[in-house]
C-alpha cells in the first residue's frame, strides 16, 4: 500500500483473514510492506473484524457440535466457559485418608454466594 493511498479490498481480505489467524500485526505490517502504525491507521477495522469473524465461526462450530451430541468435550467446554459450570475436587472427609477423590459439577456464576451443587 503506498502513501495516501486507501487500502484495496484484496488488502482489506488478507488483514481480516491474518488478523483472524492470529498472526501478529507486526508480521502482517511486513507481510503488506508498511509501517504496523500505518496497518492500524488504514485497516484497524479489518484487524478488528478479522479476528471477530473468526472467533465467531469457531463459536458456531462449537456450538453446533456441543448442540449436536458430535462432541461430548465440546458441550463440557462450552458450559464451562459459558455457562459457568466448574469442576472442583473434592477433600478427603476428615479421619479418611486415601478416600477416591469425588469432583462436585457447580452450576452457575463463579459469583454467586450459594449455587447450586449436583453430584452431593
Sequence with gaps: MAA???PTEEQRRLVR???????PQDDIA?????????LRKHLRSDLDRGALE????VAQSL?????QGQN???????MKVRGGWSEKLRPD?????????TFTIVIGSPRDEDP???GE
Excluded: C, S, Y
Excluded at 473468526?54 to 465461526?57: D, I, Y
Design 116 to 118: 447450586e451443587l449436583i
Design 72 to 78: 461430548v468435550a465440546a458441550a463440557i467446554f462450552w
Design 4 to 6: 495516501n493511498r486507501e
Design 93 to 101: 472427609p476428615p479421619g479418611v485418608e486415601g478416600a477416591p477423590k
Design 30 to 38: 511486513k507481510h503488506l510492506d508498511i509501517d504496523p502504525k500505518t
Design 17 to 23: 483473514a491474518l488478523a483472524g489467524f492470529g498472526v
Design 63 to 67: 456450538f453446533q457440535m456441543a448442540t
Design 54 to 57: 473468526a472467533n465467531a465461526k
